[in-house]
């Protein structure tokens, strides 16, 4: 594929519900890593997957948060009961394949906003 | 501080003039990463320096890395409204989770 793409872009809810985010990495990337980012500030890991391997999920911050990678391609995110300070950019990237010395490839990022 | 921390956290030059942001860290790194944002959206890689590494060039960019003081500098020569952005360095802690700071966030004023 051209890049790491992200769907949607932009995600209005109401507090309680539940949200669904996708992330489509680059094809042949074997790893896959999500990310919060609030405004103004850093990066906030959420959760890895490599390959085949249990992914890291230490960076989920409480049990609302899930992702899943299906076949080791596309990744979704799931949010249940969102809260207000769920509010952020969630950004996915992925690399040709784990460790330090991979870039990462970002998509552009779901904007989710929690009224 | 927390791991991969920037600074400045902001940072206004005039177009033409030379950036310089910069980076400390907690930990023994392999390498350290930096990485532009733009408009809050995804980040773009730069450039990447191995702990090996004293000092390492990419076009208009050049980077430093002092291990003894757990710290990289990010130097940007000859700078253009189009490099206004946040600037991020990024490293590994506890295998495989990058740890990005919180960004300098650059403006060039043409």
């Known amino acids: 594929g051209a890049g790491v793409s992200q769907s949607p872009s932009n995600k209005v809810t109401e507090k309680g519900k539940d949200v669904e985010l996708r992330c489509d990495p680059i094809?042949?990337?074997?790893?896959l890593y999500w990310y919060r980012q609030s405004l103004g500030q850093g990066l906030e890991f959420l959760i890895y997957?490599?390959?085949?391997?249990?992914?890291?999920k230490s960076g989920l911050p409480s049990d609302r948060f899930s992702a899943e990678r299906t076949g080791g391609s596309v990744s979704t995110l799931t949010i249940q009961r969102t809260q207000q300070e769920d509010s952020a950019v969630y950004l996915c990237?992925?690399?040709?394949?784990?460790?330090?010395?991979?870039?990462?490839?970002f998509g552009p990022g779901t904007r989710l906003t929690v009224l | 501080s927390q791991q991969g921390e920037e600074d400045p956290q902001a940072l206004s030059i005039q177009e033409g003039e030379n950036a310089t942001m910069n980076c400390s860290y907690k930990t023994s790194i392999n390498n350290l990463q930096w990485y532009r944002q733009n408009s809050g959206r995804g980040l773009v890689h730069l450039i990447l320096i191995r702990s090996n590494e004293r000092e390492k060039h990419s076009g208009r960019l050049r980077v430093t890395l002092d291990t003894s003081k757990k710290s990289s500098s990010l130097l940007i020569t000859a700078s253009r409204a189009a490099d206004t952005a946040s600037y991020f360095c990024?490293?590994?802690?506890?295998?495989?989770?990058?740890?990005f700071g919180p960004g300098t966030r650059l403006s060039v004023l043409p």
């Open positions: 990237a992925s690399s040709l394949a784990s460790g330090e010395y991979n870039e990462q490839f």
């Open positions: 990024a490293t590994i802690l506890y295998g495989q989770n990058f740890v």
């Open positions: 997957f490599q390959g085949n391997s249990a992914p890291d």
């Open positions: 094809s042949g990337h074997t790893a």
